[in-house]
């Protein structure tokens, strides 16, 4: 256990439903990122907060996606009008923000989307 | 684009033999190669951490090499176990957003 959680684990939709996912990073992490993994393929980076402010949107991350980090804390993945194609893994990290660059990001056990 | 390519055959090894992993990777000039581990069915766990200005590192049984000339990163884990089965991934970045490879699988046999 990283000290990362994510809620829920699973969770399986109908296509053109809404749905939202929570992280909940380790406490003293100012930074937060979101990301999709597909079967056999690595996570893909979709989106980074530092405190609350979202400083980076891949183009991966169409307009039905949005992410927000109320107050530094906990952060919100909301998928609107689900498609079978966001059907993946959703894997949050959590890391200290280090002077010059990255350094270890604490992975949740992710939530595993499938949309019907 | 940037391309990341790790082997793309699982390894399967003898336990107490040296698993060795590759890490390719072309337009892209990383100042920080990161190994994770990651399970089935759960997120990746964090290794080995190392610099662009760094040859090797080592952390228990576990190795890396970063050449920057070639682009390639060597992972080693030495005496394996059947408990180090696993895909291991490499991810590249040069400040907070990582960029992974696909992961090799490793197997370890007893």
């Known amino acids: 256990d990283t000290g990362v959680s994510q809620d829920p684990r699973h969770k399986i939709t109908k296509r053109g439903q809404n749905v939202t996912f929570r992280c909940d990073p380790i406490?003293?992490?100012?930074?937060l990122y979101w990301y999709r993994q597909t079967l056999g393929q690595g996570p893909e980076f979709l989106t980074y907060?530092?405190?609350?402010?979202?400083?980076?949107k891949s183009r991966l991350l169409s307009d039905r996606f949005s992410a927000e980090r109320p107050k530094g804390s906990f952060s919100t993945l909301e998928i609107q009008r689900t498609e079978q194609g966001d059907s993946a893994m959703y894997l949050c990290?959590?890391?200290?923000?280090?002077?010059?660059?990255?350094?270890?990001?604490?992975f949740g056990p992710g939530t595993r989307l499938t949309v019907l | 684009s940037q391309k990341i390519e790790q082997n793309s055959e699982a390894l399967n090894i003898q336990e107490g033999k040296t698993a060795t992993l590759t890490c390719n990777y072309t337009?892209?000039?990383?100042?920080?190669l990161q190994w994770y581990r990651q399970d089935p069915g759960r997120g990746p766990v964090f290794l080995l951490l190392?610099?662009?200005?760094?040859k090797e590192k080592r952390k228990e049984r576990l190795k890396v090499t970063f050449d920057t000339t070639l682009k390639q990163s060597l992972f080693h884990i030495t005496a394996s176990q059947p408990a180090d089965s696993a895909t291991y991934l490499c991810a590249l970045s040069n400040d907070y957003k990582l960029s992974f490879g696909a992961g090799t699988t490793v197997t370890v046999r007893a």
């Open positions: 337009n892209y000039s990383p100042a920080y």
């Open positions: 190392i610099r662009e200005n760094e």
């Open positions: 907060f530092q405190n609350e402010a979202q400083l980076e």
């Open positions: 406490s003293e992490h100012n930074r």
């Open positions: 990290a959590s890391s200290l923000g280090l002077a010059g660059g990255a350094g270890e990001q604490f």
